[in-house]
């Protein structure tokens, strides 16, 4: 009488066993899958990798100004062949700062770039730092290139670089990233 409630316990558990086996290999499966997906999207934000707008002689630089806030947004453009990267930012007191994002000493070391922490921007070959409010300020030393009033037209839409302007420190940009 019971020998086959033993057998039934024995086949349940048989399935039991079945079933939580494949899910068990199913999620070894999958979720390093999800998992590295899930690092290479926030290893690409932290890294400002965006996608690059290609612009030819007819085009310009546009950055919305509903965009630009007190977190420094990095533009990345290509300029015939070399991938350049504009950064904007609203100062403490609400003021556009413009730069490029490559450093004026450590440029050619292909790690003269900046990334933001907290207020500060970093160069990531020295380690100078300073706040968003001296972006674009001043020329020369361990600073972003500054993009000027003189160089950049806003508008109380955009900021507008030109293609032309662009071009010309396109040069700067030429081991931008490569120190690695």
Not at 37 to 50: F, H, N, T
Not at 60 to 78: E, G, H, Q, R, W
Not at 139 to 159: E, H, L
Request: hydrophobic fraction near 35%.
């Amino acid at each position: 009488m019971f020998w086959p409630l033993i057998k039934m316990k024995k086949k349940s558990n048989s399935l039991v066993i079945i079933v939580v086996a494949v899910i068990v290999a199913v999620l070894a499966f999958t979720l390093p899958k999800l998992m590295s997906q899930k690092e290479e999207v926030s290893v690409s934000a932290e890294a400002g990798e965006k996608d690059v707008q290609n612009l030819s002689e007819s085009e310009d630089l546009v950055i919305p100004l509903d965009k630009v806030t007190n977190n420094v947004t990095f533009y990345a453009v290509d300029v015939d062949g070399t991938e350049m990267e504009v950064m904007a930012v609203r100062d403490s007191s609400g003021n556009i700062r413009t730069a490029f994002n490559t450093c004026q000493v450590c440029y050619s070391s292909g790690r003269g770039y900046y990334q933001q922490e907290g207020n500060d921007l970093v160069c990531q070959n020295c380690g100078n730092s300073f706040t968003t409010d001296q972006v674009g300020l001043e020329s020369g030393g361990c600073n972003p290139v500054p993009i000027m009033d003189n160089d950049r037209k806003i508008t109380d839409t955009s900021i507008t670089i030109s293609y032309d302007f662009l071009k010309n420190y396109k040069e700067i940009f030429a081991q931008w990233k490569t120190g690695f």
